[in-house]
């Protein structure tokens, strides 16, 4: 496989047939009856880090928005498998779209919070931070009428030298966090964090719940199977055998994360270097495709129903 967009394409399609054909065996039924979660982050495709340095925050208002739609079609398919996922809304997007964080709420949904204005934590003062996690949180608790318990950061930005966050986060009443990625990425992560849903101890001495984005451990490597990019960069079939191995061999959930605009083929293109349009632009016309073959094939719920059952949070009231 190379770095060419083209050839990867290409390639892509082969392991897509091959995978089919692997599936063409695979009953309807979740293969373990192991609960992941299922998470959307919503935010617009002008949020984007990788596109960042290309589209100006200002611009933002007057670019068309197409979050309503695509998170409305999403919450279709979702209807359509009879799943419940957990939403992180975007501050930004909450305040100008309350109607369709009432709609995702209205149809069972947990709301989570995605900070306000998708910058990154790291990049942030600790006042910035608090301020900004604050104001998102009440929007979305004034929206929806219920209190926010889990929190992600813009772009996985909890990293070592951002860690404070998590006092942050406690202080502001969230008990959980999934910012944490296990992998090296040139914008996020902490290479030898804890995989595993767990209680992490804060820098300030407090205790706050994380489910760190999943890798799976296939073919001897550490891969990030856990949605996004990775969900359309990858062929299906890693991907599965991925989860699969969260799943089976460690007996335990993973969390898997989408955003809106991964199932919007027709948003406005955005002039960015190679790297990020190939980021951002691969295989956008196959995500919903192999969306529904990843909700045949597991279990699926919302990140607090999971956490309850691991035993990290009290039962839902
Ligand atoms: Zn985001």
Partial sequence: MTGNPGAF??????????SSIALSHVSGEPSVS????????VEDYFHVSA?????????????????????????????QFEVRATFFVLGWVAERYPQLVKDIAARGHEIACHGHSHRLVYEQSHEEFHKETLRA???LEDVTGSAVLGYRAA??????????????????GFAYDSSIFPVRHDRYGI???????????????????????????????KIPVSGGGYFRLLPYWLTRR?????NRDEARPFIFYLHPWEIDPEQPRVSANLLSRFRHYTNLDKTEERLQLLLREFRFGTTRDGLAQLGLLSAIN
């Fill in 9 to 18: 394409q290409n390639d892509t399609e082969i392991w897509d047939a091959a």
């Fill in 51 to 79: 596109l960042a340095p290309s589209i100006h925050r200002d611009s933002w208002a007057s670019r068309e928005s197409r979050v309503v739609g695509s998170t409305q079609k999403l919450l279709a398919i979702f209807e």
């Fill in 242 to 246: 991925g989860l699969n191995s969260i």
């Fill in 34 to 41: 192991i609960t992941n979660a299922l998470t959307v982050d």
């Fill in 137 to 139: 949180k009440k929007l």
């Fill in 191 to 221: 290479p030898d964090a804890e995989r595993a849903p767990h209680r992490l101890p804060t820098p300030g001495g407090k205790v706050i719940v994380e489910w760190p984005l999943s890798t799976a451990r296939v073919l001897g490597f």
């Fill in 155 to 172: 772009s996985y930005s909890i990293v070592r030298k951002s860690l404070w966050a998590l006092d942050v986060l406690v202080e502001l």
